[in-house]
């Protein structure tokens, strides 16, 4: 079972800036070494949200950014493997939201959908207040 470990959540004014970490317990890869982590965010009450998503091993780079923070988000790929970042700037009151790490072997898609998704980690919270 990979489990998925987020860190980096907390309070931050308008503006202001997050870096959110996950590391997952172990490699999520298909039989080909390939696997995708991403990001999601959930306000109380309304549907998940794909915000970005990096594909993980081998040597594809391949990285997603949903619309609605590009420009603002950024993912990366942490040193560690299975280790990928979120650095959230320019943060504004509807960012705030629990986010959610999460993972599945193969390559990431040209999307970012919940249902493609088997393993999330407990998340971690993001407010940004004015």
């Known amino acids: 079972q990979v489990e998925l470990v987020e860190s980096g959540g907390g309070s931050v004014q308008a503006g202001g800036s997050l870096k959110l970490s996950c590391a997952a317990t172990k490699n999520n890869y298909d039989e080909h070494g390939r696997g995708c982590m991403s990001w999601f965010r959930q306000v109380a009450g309304k549907e998940y949200e794909g915000v970005a998503a990096?594909?993980?091993?081998?040597?594809?780079?391949?990285?997603l950014v949903a619309d609605s923070v590009k420009g603002r988000f950024d993912i990366s790929r942490g040193n560690a493997e299975s280790t990928i970042h979120l650095q959230m700037d320019s943060l504004k009151l509807e960012d705030t939201a629990m986010y959610y790490c999460?993972?599945?072997?193969?390559?990431?898609?040209?999307?970012?959908?919940?249902?493609?998704?088997?393993?999330w980690g407990q998340g971690t919270q993001v407010n940004v207040s004015s």
């Open positions: 999460a993972s599945h072997p193969g390559w990431c898609y040209k999307w970012i959908r919940r249902e493609d998704f088997q393993n």
């Open positions: 990096a594909s993980i091993g081998g040597t594809n780079r391949y990285t």
